[in-house]
């Protein structure tokens, strides 16, 4: 049960960063 | 001494003591970011983790560092709280369930120090001091170099390239935040605050009952937690807690540590731009706003009748929830301090605050700490904020939009109202699922406005990275725990890359000289025009919210 959460968390963190880098690229293809 | 004369005391010699430390303070602040000498353990450090120290970042370069350092740094923490069992030092505490060890995670790296969990009963001394501390100091380093960042997009022209993350965080951890939390944990061991990995001793009370005496090392992770505007504390009653703040002079000590580098960078700032009027006009918005939230919760408190709280009849004050050894007015000053910053370090109850005192702390949280706001967070919040007020005068006068020679054009204003608007659709989103969603609903305890506030307060406190809890909510269900991880990452991080953006905007451009048509931004005029700004956002922002809880409870 909590191998299958400590994924769930990581795999979330992975998701947010990810966001958070997606909203990095986009503003720079704004900028051009 | 009267709670009144005790009050006004610890404020003057607070402003004293902030106002010495201005110039020097702000003066090293700038001399850290702008020497080109490194220290030897500097670049042992640059060494070790092969840092080119001389490679100067694009924005998005700098921000990429940090989002990466700070995903680490989660992934980290968490696993080092769900491994605690097998650690030495962990008092023979479990792992952390994920749901806590994730939020805390995130809380710790994102400079929040939301805590929903008890530090003497979840934590052992190796995360506490190996986990928890460290990112006290590194989450705050790495606010103050976005600050500096800014700043330098005023600094430089003809370039995109900001500086470089690594070296800027690396001298902000050595250079500024080390040295001074070394001399504050020497003081406060010297006032009676613990340090120690004795085991924790239980004994039995006069009464025939028992007491277990926790132990641990806290005088060290103390002044990190108020300088770095942190807020997390050992035990969970945070600087209430005897053993974290022993006496009144500790507790005005910590209320002096959290204010210090805020109130301070102005000066810096102004160094910079090599325009000093510049910071001191920065400082007087960042004052004008501390001293209407330390005299708006203050006269709340003391003036019970007004807020609305019965107890307080019988104790002459809102006394309920205050530690009897800090009064009042301590607590009152401390939660204006507390939430005006991003600390969130508490050493009074605040669900116990009058409706109104309540409100002010909520308001303040909600103005995105920028007087003077945290350590790095509160100098780049009220530079965008600047710009803005720069931008609708201009509107207003029709003078031409300039800051520091920088035109605002379109795109900082985009840049800037991105950054304005990441807050408010993650608190009032977070807020408004948890209000109708049964996962939600199922952890409010208090029916009506005060709910409301408790809910409000949580995700206002996350996302913006302050971290205070008005208690009351129980936002140790799985709900509130994954849904305040994401709120206060995205709390964080979003608004940073806006900045960011709109620094790199900056230093791009070639400045223009001052013209008649430049509106002057070192006048008092200027300084009530931020003000302005300030309020009429954040109130047009919030209000209905704000109008539904407190506002309702006092005023029923």
Redo the contacts between chains.
């Keep these: 049960m909590n191998f299958n959460t400590d994924w769930l968390y990581i795999v979330l963190t992975i998701v947010v960063f990810a966001v958070l880098w997606l909203i990095v690229k986009g503003v720079e293809h704004f900028e051009r | 001494m009267s709670s009144a004369a005790a009050g006004w005391l610890q404020f003057g010699l607070l402003v004293a003591a902030l106002a010495v430390c201005y110039v020097p303070l702000g003066n090293f602040i700038a001399h850290i970011f702008t020497t080109d000498k490194d220290w030897k353990i500097e670049r042992w450090i640059y060494k070790l983790m092969g840092i080119n120290r001389g490679a100067d970042q694009k924005w998005?370069v700098y921000?990429?560092s940090i989002?990466a350092f700070?995903?680490v740094s989660?992934?980290f923490l968490?696993g080092l709280q769900?491994v605690q069992d097998h650690l030495l030092l962990s008092e023979h505490m479990s792992a952390v369930?994920?749901?806590t060890?994730?939020n805390t995670?995130?809380s710790f790296v994102t400079n929040t120090n939301w805590q929903n969990y008890a530090g003497e009963s979840t934590m052992g001394y190796v995360v506490q001091m190996t986990g928890l501390t460290v990112q006290q100091f590194l989450s705050a380093a790495v606010g103050l170099s976005v600050a500096i960042a800014m700043i330098r997009g005023f600094m430089r022209s003809r370039t995109d390239k900001l500086g470089n993350f690594w070296v800027d965080f690396t001298r902000a951890s050595i250079r500024l935040l080390l040295p001074i939390a070394v001399i504050g944990a020497i003081i406060l061991v010297a006032n009676g605050a613990i340090e120690n990995f004795h085991s924790y001793a239980t004994y039995t009370t006069l009464s025939g009952g028992h007491q277990t005496i926790p132990g641990g090392p806290v005088a060290s992770m103390e002044p990190i937690k108020d300088l770095g505007n942190n807020g997390g504390g050992f035990f969970n009653t945070n600087s209430a807690h005897p053993f974290e703040s022993p006496n009144p002079w500790t507790s005005w000590f910590e209320i002096f540590l959290l204010l210090v580098i805020p109130f301070a960078t102005p000066r810096a700032f102004g160094k910079m731009v090599k325009d000093n009027k510049q910071g001191y006009a920065l400082l007087a918005v960042m004052a004008v706003i501390w001293l209407l939230a330390v005299g708006g919760i203050s006269f709340f408190e003391a003036h019970y009748g007004l807020g609305g709280a019965t107890a307080a009849h019988l104790a002459h004050g809102a006394a309920e929830g205050t530690e009897t050894r800090f009064g009042t007015s301590g607590c009152s000053l401390f939660a204006a301090s507390t939430t005006v910053t991003s600390t969130g370090a508490v050493n009074c109850f605040h669900d116990s605050l009058t409706p109104f005192g309540g409100g002010i702390a909520l308001f303040d949280m909600a103005l995105g700490e920028i007087a003077p706001g945290g350590i790095g967070a509160g100098m780049y919040g009220l530079l965008i904020l600047a710009i803005v007020t720069v931008f609708v005068a201009g509107l207003m006068v029709g003078r031409t939009p300039e800051y520091l020679g920088k035109k605002i054009r379109p795109?900082e204003m985009k840049y800037a109202a991105l950054y304005f608007l990441v807050l408010p659709v993650a608190i009032l989103t977070a807020a408004g699922l948890s209000i109708g969603t049964h996962q939600g609903q199922n952890a409010i305890f208090n029916p009506g406005p005060h709910g409301l506030t408790e809910v409000m307060y949580a995700f206002t406190s996350m996302a913006n990275n302050n971290g205070s809890a008005f208690a009351g909510l129980g936002s140790a269900a799985m709900w509130y725990q994954?849904l305040g991880?994401?709120v206060m990452?995205?709390g964080r991080?979003?608004p940073e890359?806006?900045a960011l953006?709109l620094a790199?905007?900056l230093a791009r451009q070639q400045p223009v000289p001052a013209s008649a048509g430049t509106l002057s931004t070192k006048t008092p005029l200027f300084v009530g025009m931020v003000v302005a700004v300030v309020l009429v956002l954040v109130g047009l922002t919030y209000f209905p919210a704000l109008a539904l809880g407190p506002f309702a409870e006092g005023l029923h």
């Design positions: 998005s921000v990429r989002l700070s995903a989660v992934l968490y769900r369930p994920p749901d060890a994730w995670a995130a795109v994954t991880g994401i990452l995205i991080f979003a890359i806006f953006g790199g905007s």
